[in-house]
């Protein structure tokens, strides 16, 4: 359907005044091959130039035996000319055959001489000349419209009133008029119009050859639109008058355009147009056939097929549907709140013609720059990893050339990845990126049935050029290899320090999968922090150091030997929540003084007596009920162990706190007759306390001076305190803390702490 053409380009040096100020045009440098290109296409002089060779600002001149015309906008519309820049920036000129300045021979060679005119950065104009040449291969129809970007045009053959013979060449059709119809019009509209009135409206008619034209921009005052079968159209109903022959003759000389834009489904575009443009048609519709095409290129059918446009005919609508990615189309990359999206653009030319009782032959051409708004486009990711190679291996396109990738972060540390651009001959590429398993962004973990899994979180950095828009697109890919050898699975150990236990866990295996338990309850800062916890990471362990007297503690025995602290640890799998190790760890810490209030009601007290003067022998120490004597003594100290509802405890409430006291006594029975008279109390008494809350409030620690003047921290042991006599002489102690921890997590209703008795 492309018909040869010729065309001349002569570049020799041209002197012409174009412009008002007479711009000076230089003599055109050689001009790289490829940077021009025209067409001769059904009806139409086409004419590419390539973006790189457009100046600041270019526009196109045309020219006759009466010199030079310059093209503005509304002549180029009146005369045919379309101008405009395709996706690719190249500038593109159209003309109708049937356009003002055209040499036209017999309706059948055409002739055009067009000037480029490229303004340079320095201000002065280059002229590059065209002589464009086409012949018409296709017979004319009888009437031909055209639906151009910026106009509609019909051309009826018919006899030419011999007034525009007589004339120049193209002039005007003088003496005659125009007739115009609107549905609902008013009188004054229909009268009939000189043509000077109806050019004034942009209506603009003239002859060339056999034919008479009408051409008018869309929205011309007198247009109007309608729907037909759902689709909107342009109509123009208009009727040319002219003396023929001692007659007035009227022609038909209704246009009508159909007027919607382009629509998605899903991954196509789709360009709905009626079968039957209805205002076009008179008496019985005789479908002689349609083609598309794209450009200047016209698609046969095998190519339409090739490609995957469609054309169907559905209710009374042609529908053309231009799949995303199509060869003759362009897709345009943007960001739709943050998602990657599409649009698709097609310069499609339809074409369609019929016969009906009124003509014998009318042909429908329309151009149009379709284009769909921004729909979201996944961008898709291929897994190409071989596991046994362990090695990463993805790719992700493919994208349009406007999208390049920026940079790729993988993992938690957002290390940046490499990766190499893979080009397609279709102009798209897609991204290759490579990362071994030993990658420092690459997670693993063992998990069940003696496989190792491994993960790559990704995030790819995109732009879109020309604007710089970023969009993301993240992944996680995953691969699981058979271990060859089981994992060795977290280990735990145990150490005992001066302050308390500490704790290591060796990650083994595991990689940061894991919690860890104390008792029952998860380490995490909360605890650490509540607890007096320290710990410390490190590249293959992890530890913990609990103190002595950390509520988490359970005390097993208490002697003078010491007291003996135990603890549970437990290493749990986040995912599996399967306890992976654990381990019951104790220590034994010497202590020389020190209260325990167990919760069953018991209190354990270790006391230094020997502080007196002279020295209290403990063996002869006794709690307030003197038939109580210590559990066991040596030199120096005594324990007692009693229960609170025996030898002589005194419970008291205050507040919410049940409060048990007692007193560790020497009795006076033994005190030396040499003593002097004056110590007339024990020279040793010992208060002790435990205090229980009354009501359970979850953790409660309570911190309580049996002497007003004291006061501790609940969770820090006693280091030397004041060694204070009372005014009596007699030593006081300070007790410290009962803890209650409560609660449904956990199972131990009540621990102890102990508090270490300083004097
Ligand atoms: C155009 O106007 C004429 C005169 O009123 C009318 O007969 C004809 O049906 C109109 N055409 C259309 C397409 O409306
Ligand atoms: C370009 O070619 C690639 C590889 O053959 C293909 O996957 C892609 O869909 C094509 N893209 C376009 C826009 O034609
Ligand atoms: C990756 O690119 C994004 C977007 O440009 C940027 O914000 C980020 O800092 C880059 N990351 C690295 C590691 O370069
Ligand atoms: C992708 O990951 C980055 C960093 O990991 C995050 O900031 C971003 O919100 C994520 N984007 C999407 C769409 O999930
Ligand atoms: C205290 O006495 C009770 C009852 O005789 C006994 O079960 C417990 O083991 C004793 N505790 C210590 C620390 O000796």
Redesign the pocket.
Known sequence: MTIPCTMKVRAIKIILCILLLCATLSTPTPVPVGTFRSECHERHFWLFVRSGFLGIMSRFDVQDHQGVHFLSGRKATECGYTMLFNPHGDLVFRASFLACHVNNQGDSEFRLKVWLVTRQVNGRDLGYPFLLHCSAQWPWGFRELVCEESYMEVSINGPVPAALHSGQEKKEVGKSGMMFHRPGHTKEEVRPRTMTEASALGYHVSESGSRIILRCPYSSPLSYTIKEKGVELEVVNATILYPHQGKVLAIDATVACSMNEATVDGTHLLWPVPHVLSPLVHGRFRDRGMRIGVETLALSESVIKDRGYEINLRDGVVEVSVPFGAEGTHIKSGVLEGQYSQSLSVDLFYMHQWEDDRWPLTQHRSFRFLKTAYVPRTPILTDNTISSQKLFSVSLGVFPPDVSLHNVTGGREGDALSWVQVPYPNGSHSYQLHAPFSHSSVLQKYIDGGYRRYTLPLTFSLTISPHGEVFYHNATIVSDVQEQTAPEPPRLEGKCTERGLLVLLHYGALERSWELFIGDRRLDWELVEMGGFTVETEEDYFSVEIPLYSPDMTYE???LQGVVGRLEVSVVDIDTLKVENSLIHRCTFRVRELLVCLPEG?M?VVTDTSRTIPPTQPKHTTLLDPSCVP?ETDSVRALF?FSMDSCGTIATVEGDFLVYENQVLFPKELITTDDPPSHRDSPYRLTIQCRYPAIDTGIVSIEHPVHPTFALSPMLPLKHTQREASRSGQYVAVVCVAIVVMGALIAATLKMLCCPIKM
């Open positions: 025995e208490v002697s018991r354990v559990q162990n």
